[in-house]
T-cell receptor
Framework: QSVLTQPPSLSAAPGQKVTISCSGS????????VSWYQQVPGTAPKRLIY???KRPSGIPDRFSGSKSGTSATLGITGLQTGDEADYYC???????????FGGGTTLTVL | QVQLQESGPGLVKPSETLSLTCNVS????????WSWIRQAPGKGLEWLGY???????NYNPSFKSRLTILVDTSKNQFSLNLRSVTAADTAVYYC???????????WGQGALITVSS
């Protein structure tokens, strides 16, 4: 059971927009920044978003992040087949003193 | 550019110690914290711990009794030792650079470790 809660799967058509939610608590998302990672099967996770809403260099602006209270959201617009992947949210839990992740959301673009 | 590369045995017997090394290139290891994360087959990400070049560590309490993370600044690498492994420790083990406690910016490609006799 993951500390952060994400929907297990989502699907959307090419060109559409999708949002992936990540729910936590006051000791993790409520207190700390959130990051989002994309993992194409068989490869290492890749950071998409950090500090709730910042994109590293090279990440297209189709990807966006936001946080409100104890929840965070990853948004992807203009979906492409190459966006098919698992997406994970992550943050620090100040009570448990561990880094925590969501269980991951498998995005299918069909 | 920053690159991380895990190396390890691939197969470890139950009750033995799993040892992995992460070689860091493109940056000095004394500029950041460094972390180990694992992913069991078909499962999500699980944080194991991190280390600073000074040797300061922070471990996931779930592994604290059998986990040691070390750093070797002369070789620009850090390592993981997980003792008394069982089949439940079978996973892909990733090393990563800690940008902040909430963010890992560079990851290794991962090393699949199977625990089996």
């Amino acid at each position: 059971q993951s500390v952060l809660t994400q929907p297990p799967s989502l699907s959307a058509a090419p060109g559409q927009k999708v949002t992936i939610s990540c729910s936590g608590s006051t000791s993790n998302i409520g207190k700390n920044f959130v990051s989002w990672y994309q993992q194409v099967p068989g490869t290492a996770p890749k950071r998409l978003i950090y500090d709730n809403d910042k994109r590293p260099s090279g990440i297209p602006d189709r990807f966006s992040g936001s946080k409100s209270g104890t929840s965070a959201t990853l948004g992807i617009t203009g979906l492409q087949t190459g966006d098919e992947a698992d997406y994970y949210c992550g943050t620090w839990d100040s009570s448990k003193t561990v880094a925590v992740f969501g269980g991951g959301t498998t995005l299918t673009v069909l | 550019q920053v690159q991380l590369q895990e190396s390890g045995p691939g197969l470890v017997k139950p009750s033995e110690t799993l040892s992995l090394t992460c070689n860091v290139s493109g940056t000095s290891i004394d500029s950041h914290y460094w972390s180990w994360i694992r992913q069991a087959p078909g499962k999500g990400l699980e944080w194991l711990g991190y280390i600073y070049y000074s040797g300061t560590t922070n471990y996931n309490p779930s592994f604290k009794s059998r986990l040691t993370i070390l750093v070797d600044t002369s070789k620009n690498q850090f390592s993981l030792n997980l003792r008394s492994v069982t089949a439940a420790d079978t996973a892909v083990y990733y090393c990563a650079r800690v940008a902040t406690v909430s963010s890992l910016d560079y990851w290794g490609q991962g090393a699949l470790i199977t625990v089996s006799s």
